[in-house]
C-alpha cells in the first residue's frame, strides 16, 4: 500500500465514500462507508449536545436501554405524534447516560420529539407525569399534545430537547451560517440553550459543542457546513 500522503486529497465527503479499520473484537480488516459512520454516531449519540437526550423508538411493547416504546399503550400500530399520549423510555438514553434525574425535572415543561435526519417529523409536547414501572429501569411519561408533524417510525433515532415556542414566553434565536467548520454564536437568551443544527435541506445534524458564557457557545463541525442554530 502506498504511504497515506501520496493519495490526493479530496472535499467534499460523500455518503459513499470508505475508511479502512479494525475490527475490535476480530482485529480482521474491514471498511465503512461515510454514511454508516454517521449511523452509527447518530444511534448512539456518541456527539453530546447538552440538555438533549436520544432514543430509538420501537413500535413496540417492550424495549432495551436507550429505547423509547410502548406508546400509548398499544404497540403494533403507526402512532402519528399527534395521538401520542403516553411512552415508556428506558432510564438511559443512547449514550449511556442516566437521564432520570434530569426528566424529572422537565415534568411540566414542554418537550420536543423530533426524528433525528428529517426535522420535519416532530411532536411537541407538555409532559405532564414520569412514574417508574415498578422496580425496573423504564418510566412511563403521560404528555399533552401541542404540535407537530408526520408519524412515529420503527428503529428510527429521537431527539428530546426541552422545548417552549415563542408564545409561551420562552425566547428562542436562530442564527445562519454559511461554509463554516466553527461557529461562533452569541446570543441574548441569558442561559446555557438547548442546540439544534439543520443543514439548508432541512436536515438535522449534529456538532460540538462548547458553551462559553450565558451569552455565547461555539459549534465545531468536522467539515465545513451552512444552515441555521435553533437556541431555545
Known sequence: MALIQSYPSYAPVN???????????????RNFTAQQIADYLNLRAKIMVGGQMTYQ?????AGGLGDMFNVNQTPGVIIPFANVTSFDISTTDKSDEI???FFQYLI????????????????????????????TAFYRATVTYLGGNGNLAHDKVYTMIQFDSGDTGDKTEVITFNNLTVVDAVHTLNKFPSVTIVTTANDMIFGEVNYLTTSRLTLTFTTPQSGKIFLN
Request: net charge negative; glycine share 16%.
Open 15 to 29: 455518503d459513499g465514500d470508505r475508511w479502512i479499520g479494525t475490527n475490535s473484537t476480530t482485529g480482521s480488516t
Open 99 to 101: 437521564v432520570t434525574q
Open 108 to 135: 411540566g415543561s414542554n418537550i420536543l420529539l423530533g426524528e433525528g435526519d428529517a426535522i420535519s417529523n416532530f411532536g411537541h409536547y407538555k409532559l405532564n407525569t414520569l412514574t417508574q414501572i415498578g422496580a
Open 57 to 61: 423508538y420501537k413500535n413496540q411493547a
